[in-house]
């Protein structure tokens, strides 16, 4: 594993995997920081994708691993943070890619319907996969201006007035 910092949480749904994950990247040398829940009780998945999107999104870490029955609705939470790009992941292949292509910087992962060997090899796949750059980066670089445009003018308008996408009609089989 890379020389990172990780902050990871769950939700009641995903504290099992939450658990053994840690401690499996301890073993492995992993400044990881556990932001709960610290046992099994019911709780909100957004209270604790929100600690762990703070922490990517201010670089108090690099890296983001949340936990819940199928990940989604961390992955909701977690994208409403500057900078955070969170990617819900069921495959290695999947984590590859929301590496390579997306620069994601935050995993969300389902303890309901992944076992917990697949999500560690999810997750050494996202550890392990560098950024592509190249054509990736300026699709990234679009995903940033849309939130320097939320966050300066409370809109996206400019970014809609500024990009030319090609709209493409029904008729042309898009
Ligand atoms: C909890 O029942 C479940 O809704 C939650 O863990 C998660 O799957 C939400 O996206």
């Known amino acids: 594993m890379p020389d990172i910092s990780v902050a990871i949480a769950s939700d009641h749904a995903g504290y099992e995997q939450k658990r053994q994950i840690v401690a499996w990247m301890l073993l492995l040398g992993v400044d990881i920081h556990d932001l709960g829940p610290y046992d099994d009780s019911s709780v909100d998945y957004p209270d604790y994708a929100a600690l762990v999107a703070y922490e990517v999104s201010e670089k108090i ?40 292509h997306n620069d994601a910087n935050v995993i969300t992962l389902s303890g309901r319907f992944v076992d917990l060997e697949t999500n560690k090899q999810i997750l050494k ?3 392990s ?25 409370g809109s996206t308008s400019s970014f809609i007035r500024k ?3 090609s709209k493409g009609k029904v008729s042309d089989g898009i």
């Open 125 to 127: 796949s996202f550890f």
């Open 129 to 153: 996969t560098p950024f592509g750059k190249g054509r990736h980066t300026g699709r990234v670089d679009k995903i940033t201006a849309i939130e320097q445009d939320l966050r300066e003018t």
């Open 61 to 100: 870490a690099d890296r983001g691993v949340l936990i819940c029955g199928t990940g989604i609705g961390m992955a909701m939470t977690a994208n409403k943070f500057s900078g955070v790009r969170a990617a819900n992941v069921t495959t290695p292949e999947f984590a590859k890619l929301a590496r390579e």
């Open 163 to 165: 990009s030319k996408p």
